[in-house]
């Protein structure tokens, strides 16, 4: 714990290459969206993540019957997103 909060930014020094990596924007990017599982037919709003890259490929289950998906998010500047679900085979 730190007594003075003057020191609080020595952690994180300015790093130009961070803001080539995440440019600022207008602060505005998908953070949800609605799919159809593809397993029970349920429409299903997820969560989305625009701090974990322009790119991502992850599985996650459907809050329904629990089945798992490969889910595929593609962030473009503007900060929408497309949002791909197909049934994993796994399993």
């Known amino acids: 714990m730190h ?5 609080v930014g020595e952690d994180f020094p300015d790093d130009p290459s961070l803001d080539e990596e995440f440019p ?12 159809v ?8 709003e997820i969560a989305l993540d625009p701090g974990s890259g322009s790119q991502q490929d992850y ?3 459907c809050s329904v019957c629990c089945r798992p998906w490969n889910v ?5 500047e503007d900060g929408t997103a497309d949002v ?6 796994d399993q």
């Open 24 to 35: 600022l924007g207008d602060g505005v990017a998908d953070l949800a969206t609605v799919i």
């Open 37 to 44: 599982c593809p397993y029970c037919g349920e429409s299903v």
């Open 59 to 61: 599985i996650e289950d």
């Open 3 to 7: 007594d003075n909060d003057d020191d």
């Open 84 to 89: 791909f679900v197909e049934a994993s085979d």
């Open 72 to 76: 595929s998010v593609t962030y473009h």
